[in-house]
């Protein structure tokens, strides 16, 4: 497959270390709040790539960490402690409120059918794996200590920031972000590795240390976590376009000089989700979650739907309008598989170059917005209705919309279910055993002459919006 890497700036074709075998690290959520939709809209989207990288034959190992220590409001070591901020908000302490927000992280994963990693691990779990490898960059000289703190030194590398073809632009700007200015650094790029000497006093998280009581920076966990489980060498690193800079120039320096050689091959970084006054933030501005469009009566795979309808190098915009067009287009989809016929054998020969047409886009550097086109073209071809169904079966492994389930619920829905009562009177009706049994009782209240009780069961029926109908043998019912 051909992968856009950002540590090239171009599409290449993917080769992993070890052959038919893909190790994969994402950054997982910093658990001090739920998720928004724009968070979930990256992890949606390392969720096809891992998906279509199985489809593929390859075999995946995915690690990712929880943030729960370490993350300061700005990702230039500045700022508040986000999970301190979380625990006061809430008044609960920093352990509660990240098993809490990570156990909702991943309801809404589940929700979205975002596989779960094989392996999570919380960013407190590892502090012995932080403290071995920052003691190695001391004593490598890719280290210092100033002002109680341990940091790490970005002059030592011969090339510090890889990601963008801007450098020195962007670059002022990561640095700008840190406003306060922290005078123990010896250069502008210099980030934390342990921190002792901590403005929060309160800090609730500390471990010993070689260096003093205190916690470890945030970038130290990612290389840290992913080298433990996932080895020297690593396929691909995923995370949201804002964790390019510093946070992932800052990982690639950390184990680089570590490990003493080049350390992950391929960066894959899925862009913002904006609502119309921009980026979609945990801290500021317009924060929709997953259980709000819930509330709305949206299902959660609608939002899926949204996503995969856009590439995910590109900016997407939500609103609810969009989001409406997503559900009347997804609503449309499941109509539509859901009045196929069973014609025909599954496994068809004339299926194969469907696949290969569905195999193809996502196999260029995952462009789903063209694979849910190519499903549409199944959907309109002259194949059986069975073959159309085993391929919808095979796309839906990447994809994660439920397709066929969906379908099966909405013709249950539409179904005529017929139920036999005794001495053969039957009744015909759109399949809710609550109404079948209310009808069943009024005809045996006809039969036993108890005609105020039927009629008032058909009031009854009627109140709900159901019409019965007498017929030979039995009745009939069906919703007006
Ligand atoms: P955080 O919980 O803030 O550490 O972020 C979790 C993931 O969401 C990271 O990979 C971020 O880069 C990503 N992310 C943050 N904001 C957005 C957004 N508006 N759109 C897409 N991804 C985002
Ligand atoms: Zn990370």
Redesign the pocket.
Known sequence: MKLYNSATHRKEEFVPHVPGKVSMYT?G??VYHF?HI??L??YIMEDILEKYLRYIGYEVTRVMNI?DVG?LSSDADTGEDKMLKGAQREHKSVMEIAQFYTDAFFADCEKLRIRRPEIVQPATGMIDAYIRVISRLLETGYAYQAGGNVYYDTSKLERYYIFNEHDEEDLAVGVREGVDADENKRNKTDFVLWFTKSKFEDQALKWDSPWGVGYPGWHIECSCICIHYLGEYLDIHC?????AFPHHTNEIAQSEAYLGHPWCKYWMH?H???TQNG????SSGEFLTVSLLEEKGFDPLVYRFFCLQSHYRKGLTFSWENLENARAAYDKLVARIASLDTDGAPDDPEAAPYEEAFRQPLGNDLNTSLAITRLYDVLKSELGGAAKRALIAQFDQVLGLDLLEKAARKQAEQAQVSVTASAGYTVTGEGDPEVDALVLQRAEAKKAKNFAEADRIRDLLKGQGIEVSDVPGGAVWRRV
């Open positions: 950054c959520p910093t998720a724009g968070n809209r990256s943030t993350h995370g949201g376009i804002d964790n899925v913002h989700l904006n980026k979609m933030s945990k």
